[in-house]
């Protein structure tokens, strides 16, 4: 019993609510007619009607309709009106016209009248193009023809009662072939009577016919109007679907397409430069020189190279130095060293570039003895062999060049490596002191002594033993 009483004084305290929401959200609408803020009224009125149709209000339904009415009309002539505010117009009165018949208002009705008056009271608006309701008469003129039909009926009602009576005296005064012929007279004058009242009723059905139509036609009018108007839309709709589907596609082809160009551009880069030299290119543009303390320095040189080549073909000769430093390359990238350059027939690498590592000395003395054993396994090379030679010490490494990039290395160790290769044997890796002190932990060599070196003097060498010395105790 208690849910029922809070329910019920919920629902008087939310009617209580709307309805003084809806008086408030009026008195605002009549304050911007006031100010001439038209659109503004129209759309608080508007929003005063769904909070008397919240409380079942009719009262105050009736008055947002006649302010959209006024709001709608503004300062304007019948003239001057628009069609479509013309329509807007006539809906709220016809709808305040029929809350008023529901519950009657004096000050509400009064206030009708007034609109009714105003814009009845304005010279006929001119046929607009494309507009239905422009071209018939409207719904007030049919009402008030329909009123001069019934008023002319009832004076003929009238008129007739009248000669009627005078027909009756006049009846006794007369004989009987005259009251016969009057009788007849009287009959035929009924006669024409009914056929007038049969035109006139004839009339009102046909103007009621014409008010359905003209509400009809215009109804026709809004279907077409807001068919039209969702085909725009979906036209539309479709339309921009189409383009941002083609944009995202095209897009993705050329983001796809940019991946695959980077994709090669990085790998030929990487192929040319190493590859924290070239994530330093990429990031600021320029790499920077940088000094190692020690790198060992690897060079080789065919044997012969400048005699055999005059034997060979240019197809020839390219082919066998391309199959020799594409070994060279694998077995390079296998040992952890990197490949400086080619020039001619020789072939340049160092390890402890652009990364040191300790053991850098050893890594390019075993790439140097696999380059050999590659080299005598090859019994169908033009070449009888190679001369590899090695020093370690430090040098200056960096890029050089704007457009072709080359990494290179510069110093007298790079010197004293190619002099080291030139007093090598085919077949054999020549190595100086300072290699020798890094390796001699692991590999097996055989002094050479005191070996004069062009323009460097006489250079302690060491030839490299193709097996690993035994760990001592």
Avoid at 177 to 187: F, G, K, S
Avoid at 206 to 225: D, F, H, P, Y
Avoid at 244 to 266: F, P
Avoid at 447 to 470: C, D, H, L, N, Q
Wanted: aromatic share 6%.
């Amino acid at each position: 019993m208690r849910m029922i009483f809070l329910t019920i004084g919920l629902l008087a305290l939310f009617s209580s609510a709307a309805t003084s929401q809806g008086n408030a959200q009026l008195e605002l609408s009549r304050e911007l007619l006031g100010h001439e803020r038209y659109e503004d009224a129209a759309q608080v009125a508007e929003q005063a009607l769904h909070s008397g149709r919240k409380t079942n209000d009719l009262t105050i339904q009736t008055e947002a309709r006649l302010l959209q009415a006024e709001a709608f009309f503004g300062k304007q002539t019948a003239s001057s009106l628009n069609w479509r505010n013309k329509m807007k117009v006539k809906r709220a009165m016809k709808a305040a016209e029929q809350l008023l018949e529901q519950a009657p208002n004096d000050t509400l009705l009064h206030q009708y009248q007034q609109l009714v008056r105003r814009l009845n009271n304005q010279p006929k608006m001119p046929i607009q193009p494309g507009g239905v309701a422009e071209q018939r008469p409207t719904l007030e003129q049919l009402k008030q023809r329909r009123l001069d039909v019934m008023r002319a009926v009832g004076d003929s009602i009238l008129s007739l009662k009248k000669e009627r009576e005078a027909y009756e005296k006049e009846v006794q005064t007369l004989t009987d072939e005259q009251t016969r012929q009057e009788l007849l007279l009287a009959r035929q004058q009924q006669t024409i009577d009914s056929i007038s009242l049969a035109r006139l009723e004839d009339s009102i059905m046909v103007i009621r016919q014409e008010q359905q139509l003209q509400s009809q036609e215009a109804q026709l009018q809004l279907q077409r109007t807001q068919r039209n108007r969702s085909r725009i839309v979906a036209g539309a709709i479709i339309l921009i679907a189409l383009i941002l589907t083609w944009l995202y596609l095209n897009s993705r082809r050329k983001n796809r397409i940019i991946d695959t160009e980077r994709k090669r551009s990085e790998e030929l880069l990487l192929n040319i430069l190493p590859a924290s030299v070239a994530q330093e290119l990429k990031t600021d543009g320029q790499a920077t020189a940088r000094h190692y303390d020690e790198v060992t320095v690897l060079f080789s040189d065919f044997k012969d190279f400048s005699r055999i080549s005059k034997d060979l073909t240019p197809a020839e000769l390219v082919e066998a130095l391309d199959r020799c430093f594409k070994a060279f390359d694998e077995i390079a990238e296998a040992h952890g060293i990197e490949k400086i350059k080619t020039i001619g027939d020789a072939y340049m690498a160092a390890a402890g570039v652009p990364e040191s590592n300790p053991d850098d000395a050893h890594r390019a003395v075993q790439a140097a003895l696999a380059m050999q054993d590659w080299l005598e396994q090859q019994k169908d090379l033009p070449f009888s062999g190679a001369r590899i030679g090695l020093h370690t010490g430090p040098v200056v490494a960096g890029v050089v060049g704007a457009r072709k990039f080359a990494y290179d290395i510069w110093g007298d160790t790079v010197n004293l490596a190619a002099r080291l290769e030139s007093k090598g044997k085919a077949g054999r890796v020549n190595i100086s002191q300072t290699t020798y002190d890094r390796i001699s932990d692991r590999f097996s060599c055989t002094p050479r002594g005191k070996v004069p070196a062009k323009g460097i003097g006489e250079v302690e060498m060491y030839f490299v033993e193709s097996t690993v010395a035994a760990p001592t105790a």
